[in-house]
């Protein structure tokens, strides 16, 4: 069978087996059924309620314990997920003649040690303590920028005006990346990070899979101009590895530019949701601007970016009282854990500063905890204060229309009217 033949066949039956296993009750076919337009932490409540770990038809567990979820996160006799698992991309995808570089699966993220220990290592000095302060300006000044441009319009998408602008411009100075091309850098993270879901069609992925190759190629001459003329960036410091093979430099690019882009938005997006619902919460952020971090972290415990992650266990072993096979996936409800009522009290209401807040599970745990942890809330508050510094009487302007995702929570366009605004700087705001 061709493999446009066997991929087309592969998504139809996978679809209408989801569907069915839905219908069925089964609910890891639930949550994956469901519209990603749907709130759905009433559907990890109805998780929790079934127990610690929950087996589904479709070959894999689920568990919304925070408990059973930290355990796991921490064990090393547990992994992140074997090839072909969970990649949107072919593992032997070609185009133009040449293998693509599987984003998902080459990169650190899906790797376990050594190669993860080897290829994080490379990259992590910059988002120590130390490489954050050297960011700080820089995410100051670019939130002050974008918000002069959203205060020249009365009504502006909090989203494609502001959210997705901070980020993008923070990782691809990281990365080196000309500002010319932060636009078309911005397409190809959106284009693959919507594919975590699963791709819908053959169109669908054969869009993928050229985007990819567009990406690649713009990757191979960002490399080859760095390599005549080195900067301070990372994509400098990857080059200068003469054993770092091509596949390992452009998936651990890639991983960044998504990582790094593609989750801030959707903090911050939620973060001002979440202010517009609470108008204490909001009079407060007015007028203590240090309160920024608080809301920040109270949004990810509450309606975190990622949603979930998935581990595996190396070899069979007992989870919960329950015999597991070797490789058998469990998926880790990471957004249902920060609601687990053994751990938060009033999970479900959104008070920032509370005392249990930090005990989340948004950035992972383990040796995947994510990276660039730091840089997220240091982005996000500082859009936050800018933001409510600025246009103290923001308000919704419409309808907010959600990312087609359910790993990825957040708002895709979510127009806002600035109201009043007020003439003065970050720098004054946090001085
Ligand atoms: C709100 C924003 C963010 C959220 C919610 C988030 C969430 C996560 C989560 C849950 C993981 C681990 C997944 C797992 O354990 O399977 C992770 C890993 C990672 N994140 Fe983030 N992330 C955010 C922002 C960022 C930023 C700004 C960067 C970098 C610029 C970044 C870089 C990474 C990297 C490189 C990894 C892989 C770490 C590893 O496997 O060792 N993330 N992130």
């Known amino acids: 069978m061709s493999s446009v033949v066997k991929n087309a066949t592969l998504l139809f039956l996978g679809r209408t087996i989801v569907r069915a296993q839905a219908l069925l009750g089964d609910p890891a076919a639930k949550l994956f059924d469901m519209s990603p337009s749907r709130d759905p932490y009433p559907a990890y409540e109805a998780v929790r309620a079934r127990g610690t770990l929950v087996k589904s038809r479709m070959g894999l567990y689920l568990t919304a314990s925070h408990e059973l979820c930290l355990d796991l996160l921490r064990d090393p006799d547990f992994g992140t997920l074997p090839a072909g698992a969970l990649s949107p991309v072919d593992s032997d995808a070609y185009v133009d003649g040449r293998r693509l570089v599987n984003p998902v699966e080459e990169s650190f993220l899906v790797r376990n040690p050594p ?15 130390k490489g954050l302060r050297a960011q700080a300006a820089t995410v100051e000044r670019v939130v002050d920028e974008y918000l002069d441009d959203a205060a020249r319009k009365s009504t502006f998408d909090l989203v494609g005006d502001f959210a997705a602008r901070v980020p993008i411009q923070v990782i691809a100075d990281l990365l080196g990346v000309p500002g010319a091309d932060h ?18 069609d053959m169109g669908e992925m054969r869009a993928l899979h050229r985007g990819l190759r567009e990406f690649e190629a713009f990757l191979d001459d960002l490399v080859e101009h760095r390599r005549e003329s080195p900067g301070d960036d990372i994509v400098s410091a990857l080059v200068a590895h003469d054993d770092l093979s091509r596949e390992d430099l452009i998936a651990t690019t890639e991983l960044l530019l998504v ?8 903090l911050i997006g939620n973060a001002v949701l979440a202010v517009l619902a609470h108008p204490q919460v909001r009079a407060r952020l007015v007028e203590d601007p240090t309160y920024a971090d608080a809301v920040v972290e109270e949004t990810l415990r509450l309606d975190p970016p990622v949603q979930y992650t998935v581990r595996v266990p190396f070899k069979s072993t007992r989870v919960a009282g329950t ?47 994510c990276l660039g942890a ?23 302007a419409g309808r907010v229309r959600r990312r087609p995702s359910r790993v990825i929570r957040g708002a895709a366009r979510f127009p806002v009217h600035a109201g009043t605004t007020k003439h003065h700087t970050m720098v004054e705001n946090i001085s």
Do not use: C
């Open 259 to 266: 990582a790094g882009f593609e989750t801030t938005v959707n």
């Open 183 to 200: 636009q078309a850098f911005a397409r190809w993270g959106s284009a693959l990070v919507n594919a975590l879901d699963g791709v819908r």
């Open 115 to 129: 190669d993860h220990t080897r290829l994080r290592r490379l990259v992590a000095p910059w988002f120590t303590p």
């Open 323 to 369: 015999w597991i096979p070797k490789g058998t996936p469990i998926m880790l409800m990471l957004a249902a854990a920060n609601r687990d009522p053994a751990v938060f009290a009033d999970p479900h209401r959104f008070d920032p500063g509370r005392a249990d807040g930090r005990e989340h599970l948004a950035f992972s745990s383990g040796i995947h905890y």
């Open 374 to 396: 730091g840089l997220a809330r240091m982005e996000a508050a500082a859009a936050l204060r800018g933001l409510f510094g600025r246009f103290p009487d923001l308000r919704a």
